[in-house]
């Protein structure tokens, strides 16, 4: 796999409190999306988060799952914990925002909220020359966190690029946008070029491209490539 990816200042491997410290009014959640290198993250909604339902299983995967719920919903901070557990919090909160993202990204507002990251470019552009800078999509290959990083998928020649270490993304596990969102995206969008080898995998149910509904977005074409500055 080819690698691709935009250049970010930030040292990725930074886990200090601080970074996580929302201050004013901005709530945990627009603080954590707003990290330079997080850009690919769309911001879940509280009301989603607030649904015990929609977070079923994820208690299996954080030891400190409720203090880490408490901070993503801004209730606690970081701070107010004891020290000898605040380095092993903040992992635990990045990785259970992470979760809860993969879900929220393949309900109808996260796919909005994400379709609209697609169309402005900022995932980045498709490395073969061929594509003409078309826009991409991050895509994990797996569901399960820790197996891999969040990669690069482009519709239109059907690859997955890996992202270099240093762009935007690249520290940012395969499992917070998990398998099946590019897919979902893709047959939401009408009149988008895809690959011929293109098999929409729903779930990990591979399902026909003629059997899906129509696209719900309706861009022109030129919707879908990046201009280069």
Known sequence: MEERGRQTNQSF?????????????????????SL????????VDQNFISD????????AFIEHYEQA????????????????????LIIETKLLYGLIHQRFIVTGSGLK?????????????????LCDNHAVLPIGTSNIPYLSKTKL????CGEIYSIPDG???????????????PHLLMLNVSGIKK??????????FEIASSSAPSGRYNPTRDSFFVVKN
Do not use: H
């Open 13 to 33: 491997n930074d886990d200090s409190s601080e970074e996580l410290d929302n201050s004013f009014d901005e709530t945990w959640i627009e603080s954590y999306c």
């Open 36 to 43: 330079d290198g997080n850009e690919f993250l769309c911001e």
């Open 52 to 59: 015990e339902f929609n977070l079923y299983g994820l208690r």
């Open 69 to 88: 719920l408490d901070i993503i919903s801004s209730k606690t901070k970081i701070q107010s914990y004891d020290k000898n557990i605040r380095g092993q």
């Open 113 to 129: 909220r994400m379709y609209e990251k697609f169309r402005r470019g900022e995932f980045g552009a498709c490395p073969r020359v």
């Open 153 to 156: 998928f482009c519709p239109r």
């Open 167 to 181: 762009c935007c993304g690249s520290n940012l596990d395969g499992a917070y946008f998990g398998m099946t969102f």
């Open 195 to 204: 690959a011929d080898k293109f098999k929409p995998t729903i779930f990990g």
